[in-house]
């Protein structure tokens, strides 16, 4: 059957806002501000200061955090359970659902905040009623929440038929809020939303089933998921044994709907697999061009890209005598070298690998952070994304308890150039979210909000400079808004600082006016080394009055490789325990 195939490709780039143990509830217990001693009151007074669509049926009250702040689980009726963290008067509180928080901290042993009302252990009938809306046949095994954003929840499940979804509900999710089922298979697998609970190789397989239902007579050697609509029609390329292809579509049902022949001029350009070739004469030339440029490939398969830029063509390569793969870009009929992207750093670019596995890459970011002298086992990684000043970023997790890192390369030349451990990043995960990471974050929590921890050494610090727009303005730098330091022209000021969660922020002065501050959350670990850098951007611009120049400041946070080296031409060193500022 010709024609009428939907083939929507997702690209799951979620960010995920999950609850992180911010501080170890202790034994203790003290009434709250609100309903007297019964935790039942006190919950269901929390949960109308959450704005959580909750009537509460049972609530637990199971500690403090740092003396004064109370932590509470609280089961509802007929909806999913919640742990809700009580920070300060006039702050609303925090919470998460039961289903995301861990039941065990990153050292193995069982973590306080975990939920242990029945209601809440067992939610499956919960999400059972949420599911029922979609239609989908999945009668669900397992559940695990994937966190939050301000607009909607997410929960991993897996079905007893070995299919899983990614449930997006309402945040908070509310049980008469609209929900949407993701397929696994959809969910970008370097992402932090990447299914967990299910194997998406067994999932592939439903390819395999509908091509037999088909009668196609295809022995089926390859297969891929293209992507689902919104009503969960999916749909799948298989590569035959005999050289053809097929695109595969199914409902929500899992049943047979429309195939389309990839030979079909109409569906062609969308087929992948079949488009591969093993041409001996075509693959040796790419194997010649893209070992020039230093990529050692035995080209065994390739595949133009659908997207093709003016004279260049775009080519994905496979192969045969290394396991990753890349995306190459060769010069059509216009002088220029041939350039390769790793099937991590080609998302950059917009390119999305499918002959091989982004996994296989992880050898390549290995080798980028140990250039940046920055050693790990990658585990994991993830693509942040890019910035306007054509840096990309991706998050890379090096194993359990293991600090995981930020590598920013530029794209120009895909040349990695900062590797920032993530706690470094932002708040207490920062730009990651990795599971690996998390743990990690939630373990250098603890360690640098321990009691008698050591100071951290923290550096500020301004580089020399010719742009006088820059020069003329002098910058201010605050931690947790107490001023450290103002810097002119050039030069730094070192300080040990208490370990632990902080604010860094940057002021200026300028002639103009007031300025708007620029700053960073950072979590400072004992006896660790952090450097902070101001610096600019100048453009000339068109205003009322003529031409001016328009300064952009930046606050940057350097990796250590390059801190040291900056400070260490400004010759600042530490003091202890005040600010010295280093006079140039």
């Given at each position: 059957?010709k024609?009428?195939?939907?083939?929507a490709?997702?690209?799951?780039?979620?960010?995920?806002?999950?609850?992180?143990?911010?501080?170890?509830?202790?034994?203790?217990?003290?009434?709250?501000?609100?309903?007297?001693?019964?935790?039942?009151?006190?919950?269901?007074?929390?949960?109308?200061?959450a704005?959580?669509?909750?009537?509460?049926?049972?609530?637990?009250?199971?500690?403090?955090?740092?003396?004064?702040?109370q932590?509470?689980?609280?089961?509802?009726?007929?909806?999913l359970?919640?742990?809700?963290?009580?920070?300060?008067?006039?702050?609303?509180?925090?919470?998460?659902?039961c289903?995301?928080?861990?039941?065990t901290?990153?050292?193995?042993?069982?973590?306080?905040?975990?939920?242990?009302?029945?209601?809440?252990?067992?939610?499956?009938?919960?999400?059972?009623?949420?599911?029922?809306?979609?239609?989908?046949?999945?009668?669900?095994?397992?559940?695990?929440?994937?966190?939050?954003?301000?607009?909607?929840?997410?929960?991993?499940?897996?079905?007893?038929?070995?299919?899983?979804?990614?449930?997006?509900?309402?945040s908070?999710?509310?049980p008469?809020?609209?929900?949407?089922?993701?397929?696994?298979l959809?969910?970008?697998p370097?992402?932090?939303?990447?299914?967990?609970?299910?194997?998406?190789?067994?999932?592939l397989?439903?390819?395999?089933?509908?091509a037999?239902?088909?009668?196609?007579?295809?022995?089926?050697?390859d297969r891929?998921y293209?992507?689902?609509?919104?009503?969960?029609?999916?749909?799948?390329?298989?590569?035959?044994?005999?050289?053809?292809?097929?695109?595969?579509?199914?409902?929500?049902a899992?049943?047979?709907?429309?195939?389309?022949?990839?030979?079909?001029?109409?569906?062609?350009?969308?087929?992948a697999?079949?488009?591969?070739?093993?041409?001996?004469?075509?693959?040796?030339?790419?194997?010649t061009?893209?070992?020039?440029?230093?990529?050692?490939?035995?080209?065994?398969?390739?595949?133009?890209?659908?997207?093709q830029?003016?004279?260049?063509?775009?080519?994905?390569?496979?192969?045969?005598?290394?396991?990753d793969?890349?995306?190459?870009?060769?010069?059509?009929?216009?002088?220029?070298?041939?350039?390769?992207?790793?099937?991590?750093?080609?998302?950059?670019?917009?390119?999305?690998?499918?002959?091989?596995?982004?996994?296989?890459?992880?050898?390549?970011?290995?080798?980028?952070?140990?250039a940046?002298?920055?050693?790990?086992?990658?585990?994991?990684?993830?693509?942040?994304g890019?910035?306007?000043?054509?840096?990309?970023?991706?998050?890379?997790?090096?194993?359990?308890?293991?600090?995981?890192?930020?590598?920013?390369?530029?794209?120009?030349?895909m040349?990695?150039?900062?590797?920032?451990?993530?706690?470094?990043?932002?708040?207490?995960?920062?730009?990651?979210?990795?599971?690996?990471?998390l743990?990690?974050?939630?373990?250098?929590?603890r360690?640098?909000?321990?009691?008698?921890a050591?100071?951290?050494?923290?550096?500020?610090?301004?580089?020399?400079?010719?742009?006088?727009?820059?020069?003329?303005?002098?910058?201010?730098?605050?931690?947790?808004?107490?001023?450290?330091?103002?810097?002119?022209?050039?030069?730094c000021?070192?300080?040990?600082?208490?370990?632990g969660?902080?604010?860094?922020?940057?002021?200026?002065?300028?002639?103009?006016?007031?300025?708007?501050?620029?700053?960073?959350?950072?979590?400072?670990?004992?006896?660790?080394?952090?450097?902070?850098?101001?610096?600019?951007?100048?453009?000339?611009?068109?205003?009322?009055?003529?031409?001016?120049?328009?300064?952009?400041?930046?606050?940057?946070?350097?990796?250590?490789?390059?801190?040291?080296?900056?400070?260490?031409?400004?010759?600042?060193?530490?003091?202890?325990?005040?600010?010295?500022?280093a006079?140039?």
């Amino acid at each position: 059957m010709k024609g009428g195939l939907l083939f929507a490709a997702i690209a799951a780039f979620m960010t995920l806002s999950v609850f992180v143990q911010a501080a170890t509830p202790t034994a203790a217990t003290q009434p709250g501000a609100t309903g007297g001693d019964d935790p039942t009151l006190q919950g269901a007074a929390l949960v109308q200061a959450a704005k959580l669509p909750c009537n509460v049926s049972a609530a637990r009250r199971f500690g403090t955090a740092s003396g004064t702040a109370q932590w509470y689980e609280v089961a509802c009726t007929g909806a999913l359970g919640y742990v809700i963290f009580e920070s300060a008067a006039n702050v609303p509180p925090k919470w998460e659902i039961c289903l995301a928080v861990a039941k065990t901290k990153p050292d193995g042993s069982p973590n306080e905040t975990a939920c242990q009302i029945p209601q809440n252990v067992d939610a499956l009938s919960v999400l059972a009623s949420y599911v029922v809306k979609v239609g989908v046949p999945c009668v669900i095994s397992k559940a695990r929440g994937l966190g939050h954003t301000a607009q909607a929840t997410y929960i991993e499940l897996a079905c007893s038929s070995g299919r899983g979804y990614v449930l997006k509900a309402s945040s908070p999710p509310g049980p008469d809020q609209p929900v949407q089922l993701i397929p696994c298979l959809a969910m970008d697998p370097l992402s932090s939303a990447a299914c967990k609970l299910t194997n998406s190789d067994f999932q592939l397989k439903v390819a395999d089933n509908l091509a037999a239902g088909a009668n196609l007579g295809c022995l089926v050697k390859d297969r891929r998921y293209l992507g689902a609509s919104a009503d969960l029609r999916s749909v799948y390329e298989v590569a035959c044994s005999n050289g053809k292809g097929y695109m595969l579509e199914e409902d929500a049902a899992g049943r047979l709907m429309r195939t389309a022949d990839c030979g079909d001029a109409s569906v062609s350009g969308s087929c992948a697999l079949s488009a591969a070739q093993a041409n001996g004469e075509q693959s040796a030339h790419y194997s010649t061009l893209v070992r020039a440029v230093g990529y050692d490939c035995d080209v065994a398969r390739y595949a133009p890209l659908k997207t093709q830029l003016s004279g260049r063509m775009l080519v994905e390569l496979a192969c045969a005598n290394r396991p990753d793969g890349a995306i190459a870009s060769f010069p059509a009929g216009a002088p220029g070298a041939s350039v390769v992207y790793n099937c991590i750093y080609a998302e950059f670019k917009g390119y999305r690998c499918s002959l091989t596995d982004p996994v296989a890459a992880f050898p390549q970011l290995k080798a980028d952070l140990n250039a940046l002298g920055q050693q790990c086992a990658v585990s994991d990684a993830r693509v942040i994304g890019t910035t306007p000043d054509f840096m990309g970023y991706v998050e890379v997790a090096c194993g359990p308890n293991v600090p995981g890192f930020v590598l920013g390369v530029a794209i120009d030349g895909m040349e990695p150039k900062q590797a920032l451990e993530c706690a470094a990043t932002g708040r207490v995960t920062g730009e990651c979210r990795l599971p690996a990471n998390l743990e990690a974050a939630a373990l250098a929590w603890r360690e640098a909000t321990a009691p008698n921890a050591a100071p951290a050494t923290v550096y500020f610090y301004r580089i020399p400079t010719a742009d006088l727009s820059f020069v003329l303005n002098p910058a201010e730098f605050f931690v947790d808004g107490q001023k450290v330091t103002t810097r002119w022209v050039q030069g730094c000021t070192a300080v040990e600082l208490p370990a632990g969660p902080h604010v860094v922020t940057e002021e200026w002065g300028s002639l103009s006016g007031p300025t708007k501050p620029v700053g960073v959350h950072a979590l400072w670990k004992p006896g660790q080394t952090y450097y902070y850098r101001v610096d600019h951007d100048s453009q000339l611009t068109m205003g009322r009055f003529g031409r001016a120049i328009r300064t952009e400041w930046r606050l940057v946070i350097a990796d250590p490789l390059t801190g040291a080296q900056d400070v260490a031409s400004l010759h600042c060193t530490a003091s202890t325990g005040s600010a010295r500022k280093a006079a140039h």
